[in-house]
């Protein structure tokens, strides 16, 4: 079966720059979900969408944006990178008010 | 907005033996209660859910109990083996638009054998 595919699987950048995460999310799933985990932490909220509408905002940077395509792929934009932004980011995606699937994930070293 | 609580943060049993984690939840419109299993460096996997009109759901050697009332809910592994040994996240989803998970802590779960 289908799941959810992340790019890239692992990421290094320089402060200061800009990273793009990719999620395609499993066909049909209607709502989309950013988390970042950082070492040793719980998977903390950043946004949803749901029909290629932001749906919710958790905590966010405001140095960070998202959006979801018409092919209901999503793409995390995070801009102005620091050292606390490494971590872990998944991607979620879930039918209407079912079960969340995550991806594999992508690994981001800010050096 | 929700606060979920996860006990204990580390649980260390022998193989073979039960595991119970605990979850306490602060909104009460909470309606879906997932359970998810993480090793290192991997994504957290659903291995059990709950919804707020049942108390009780069961897969093989998982469990999870909902109590509204109290509003806490709590996973049950029976003849834990090796492989049970993970990082376990307790998750509530609030009833408000979004539809988001708040997660619990985390508890490490060490089965020796």
């Known amino acids: 079966a289908a799941g959810v595919i992340q790019s890239p699987r692992h990421l290094i950048k320089e402060k200061r720059e800009t990273a793009t995460l990719k999620c395609y999310p499993i066909p049909r799933h209607d709502t989309v979900y950013w988390y970042q985990q950082g070492p040793g932490q719980d998977p903390q909220f950043l946004i949803s969408?749901?029909?290629?509408?932001?749906?919710d905002k958790g905590s966010i940077p405001d140095r960070f944006s998202a959006q979801q395509f018409s092919d209901y792929h999503s793409e995390l934009n995070m801009s102005s990178l620091e050292l606390g932004d490494s971590a872990l980011y998944f991607c979620?995606?879930?039918?209407?008010?079912?079960?969340?699937?995550f991806g594999q994930g992508t690994r981001l070293t800010v050096v | 907005g929700e606060n979920v609580e996860q006990h204990p943060s580390t649980l260390s049993v022998q193989e073979g033996d039960s595991a119970v984690i605990k979850c306490t939840y602060s909104?009460?419109?909470?309606?879906?209660f997932p359970w998810y299993k993480q090793e290192l460096g991997k994504r957290p996997q659903l291995i059990i859910d709950i919804r707020s009109n049942v108390g009780e759901k069961k897969d093989q050697r998982i469990a999870v109990t909902l109590n509204k009332t109290a509003k806490h809910f709590s996973l049950h592994i029976t003849e834990t083996q090796p492989e049970d040994s993970a990082v376990y996240f307790c998750?509530?989803?609030?009833?408000?638009?979004?539809?988001?998970?708040?997660f619990g802590a985390g508890t490490i779960l060490r089965v020796k054998s």
């Open positions: 998750a509530a989803r609030p009833m408000e638009y979004g539809n988001k998970l708040v």
């Open positions: 969408f749901y029909e290629k509408m932001q749906s």
């Open positions: 979620a995606s879930s039918p209407t008010n079912t079960e969340a699937f």
């Open positions: 909104d009460s419109a909470s309606n879906y």
